[in-house]
């Protein structure tokens, strides 16, 4: 039996049994998980219990609120979500009995991060159109601004910044639902950030086709898109405010910094032929790799982790990021416009050297002077993306991009075994494996 999940891909309905058995084994007594029933053959929490959740992760209440006052609802539901001291400790019983167990593949402990992190992210979309929506008196303002968030996207963002806030929270010893509620704002403003980001690409590109859809600039005029852009930008940045921590707004700036400074040296990159890749993993570290890493250090931050935590996390987001960006640029050579939801070979076509190309000029020196006039003479794609396929480019790009996956899952082992933990390791499996 198949189901879908938050990010809406399919998956198969063993696979989710696994997850939760494995969950229900490291979790123990947590409340809201029960021996799985004959009819289902999974964990569930009660109805009420689900209502109770869906009360305090969603945002049906007034934002000007305090986070203490938001807690206090008709249903407790942070009674109803805390763990009780003997839960905690057998669950740190069932940890510490894994861990001494030899290491083996992350495959074979079957962790979906989407489906552990079902009640985090289950509404996560329609949150972020409450919170569009209730911030203008102006439909198609809201319309616009509110088009990628449809459900249709990865949500790598969001799922990861979720992952590491639990996985830190467990490695802190502090699981409190206020602390989750606030992490939950900067997932928010991750998956915020980034969709205003490609709103304003579509403009800058001129892109006509994006997720399998017309892109916002294929359907409104350019001036309405961008400004659309920055409503979104301004409704996450109100949202975070609120979050009164000058440490987190401090972080979470330094995403827009990097991603105006990306686009710009993007919009520029005529460099020598020594200075390219420097330049272009640069540019990638703002424009893509800069959004997770400063999302999941502001997880830690706000749960007034020490630097050396924070640190962690704002490094497995970063390599994270990269090797993202690096099989994107490698799957603009090789998928489908249908798998893509993109067209293929877009970035040569906008004039873009990435990773593949790069790696190729090596082999054949033929492609640096189409690099510095940016493919525009006739034929120069067609020739590049030859060349590219004929060269080890695209092996050198998966090589680089596993690496950065490894270092990542070497981060991901300095916190406390937890699924969340083993979760952030499979999502590096997930990374350097996507096909779309």
Same mark, same amino acid.
């Given at each position: /039996?198949? $189901?879908?999940?938050?990010?809406?891909?399919?998956?198969?309905?063993?696979?989710?049994?696994q997850?939760?058995?494995l969950?229900?084994?490291?979790?123990?007594?947590?409340?809201?998980?029960?021996?799985?029933?004959?009819?289902?053959? +999974?964990? #569930?929490?009660?109805?009420?219990?689900?209502?109770?959740?869906?009360?305090?992760?969603?945002?049906?209440?007034?934002m000007?609120?305090?986070?203490?006052? %938001?807690?206090?609802?008709p249903?407790? $539901?942070? &009674?109803?979500?805390?763990?009780?001291?003997?839960?905690?400790?057998?669950?740190?019983?069932?940890?510490?009995?894994?861990?001494?167990?030899?290491?083996?593949?992350v @495959?074979?402990?079957?962790i979906d991060?989407?489906?552990?992190?079902?009640?985090?992210?289950?509404y996560?979309?329609?949150?972020?159109r409450?919170?569009?929506?209730?911030? =203008?008196? &102006?439909?198609? +303002?809201?319309?616009?601004?509110?088009?990628?968030?449809?459900?249709?996207?990865?949500?790598? @963002?969001?799922m990861?910044?979720m992952? /590491?806030?639990?996985?830190?929270?467990?490695?802190?010893?502090?699981?409190?639902?206020?602390?989750?509620?606030?992490?939950?704002?900067?997932?928010?403003?991750?998956?915020?950030?980034?969709?205003?980001?490609?709103?304003?690409?579509?403009v800058?590109?001129?892109?006509?086709?994006?997720?399998?859809?017309?892109?916002?600039n294929?359907?409104?005029?350019?001036?309405?898109?961008?400004?659309?852009?920055?409503?979104?930008?301004?409704?996450?940045?109100?949202m975070?405010?609120?979050?009164?921590?000058?440490?987190?707004?401090?972080?979470?700036s330094?995403?827009?910094t990097d991603?105006?400074q990306?686009?710009?040296?993007?919009?520029?990159? @005529?460099?020598?032929?020594?200075?390219?890749?420097?330049?272009? %993993?640069?540019?990638?570290?703002?424009? =893509?790799? #800069?959004?997770?890493?400063?999302?999941?250090?502001?997880?830690?931050?706000?749960?007034?982790?020490?630097?050396?935590?924070a640190?962690?996390?704002?490094?497995?987001g970063?390599?994270?990021?990269?090797a993202?960006?690096?099989?994107?640029?490698?799957?603009?050579f090789? #998928?489908? =416009?249908?798998?893509m939801g993109?067209?293929?070979?877009?970035?040569?076509?906008l004039?873009?050297?990435?990773?593949?190309?790069?790696?190729? $000029?090596?082999?054949?020196?033929? %492609?640096?002077?189409?690099? /510095?006039?940016?493919?525009?003479?006739?034929?120069?794609?067609?020739?590049?993306?030859e +060349?590219?396929?004929?060269?080890?480019?695209?092996? &050198? =790009?998966r090589?680089?991009?596993?690496?950065? $996956?490894?270092?990542?899952?070497?981060?991901?082992?300095? %916190?406390?075994?937890?699924?969340y933990q083993?979760? +952030?390791?499979v999502?590096?499996?997930l990374v350097?494996?996507? /096909?779309?």
């Amino acid at each position: /039996m198949a $189901c879908l999940s938050t990010s809406g891909r399919v998956v198969c309905g063993s696979r989710r049994q696994q997850t939760h058995k494995l969950l229900y084994q490291l979790l123990g007594s947590r409340p809201g998980y029960t021996a799985p029933s004959a009819a289902t053959g +999974l964990f #569930s929490p009660p109805k009420v219990q689900q209502q109770a959740m869906r009360l305090c992760h969603g945002l049906s209440f007034s934002m000007g609120k305090d986070y203490p006052d %938001l807690l206090q609802s008709p249903h407790k $539901c942070s &009674q109803s979500l805390q763990y009780s001291q003997s839960s905690k400790a057998n669950l740190r019983q069932h940890s510490s009995v894994h861990t001494q167990q030899p290491a083996g593949p992350v @495959r074979e402990f079957q962790i979906d991060p989407y489906i552990i992190l079902d009640d985090d992210l289950k509404y996560f979309y329609d949150d972020v159109r409450y919170l569009l929506k209730s911030g =203008t008196s &102006q439909p198609e +303002l809201d319309t616009i601004a509110s088009y990628y968030f449809d459900g249709q996207g990865k949500a790598l @963002r969001p799922m990861v910044t979720m992952l /590491m806030a639990k996985a830190i929270n467990y490695h802190l010893n502090n699981e409190s639902h206020q602390l989750v509620h606030k992490q939950r704002q900067i997932a928010l403003f991750s998956e915020m950030v980034h969709s205003a980001s490609l709103v304003h690409d579509d403009v800058i590109d001129q892109s006509d086709f994006r997720r399998g859809k017309p892109s916002v600039n294929a359907l409104w005029n350019h001036k309405k898109v961008t400004m659309a852009g920055d409503y979104i930008l301004s409704i996450a940045s109100i949202m975070i405010a609120r979050l009164r921590s000058d440490d987190v707004t401090i972080v979470l700036s330094q995403i827009l910094t990097d991603l105006v400074q990306g686009e710009f040296m993007q919009l520029g990159s @005529r460099e020598t032929e020594n200075e390219r890749f420097a330049h272009y %993993l640069t540019k990638t570290y703002r424009k =893509t790799a #800069s959004l997770i890493a400063n999302a999941l250090k502001a997880t830690a931050v706000i749960a007034q982790a020490d630097d050396n935590v924070a640190e962690v996390a704002f490094q497995y987001g970063r390599n994270i990021g990269l090797a993202f960006q690096l099989v994107d640029d490698m799957l603009d050579f090789v #998928s489908s =416009t249908e798998q893509m939801g993109k067209p293929t070979a877009a970035d040569l076509k906008l004039g873009l050297a990435t990773a593949p190309v790069l790696f190729a $000029c090596e082999k054949y020196p033929e %492609l640096n002077p189409m690099v /510095m006039r940016r493919f525009s003479e006739p034929g120069d794609v067609e020739r590049a993306f030859e +060349l590219v396929h004929k060269s080890h480019g695209l092996e &050198q =790009t998966r090589f680089l991009a596993k690496k950065h $996956c490894n270092e990542a899952i070497r981060l991901a082992q300095e %916190l406390t075994e937890s699924p969340y933990q083993k979760g +952030l390791q499979v999502v590096a499996d997930l990374v350097i494996n996507r /096909m779309k």
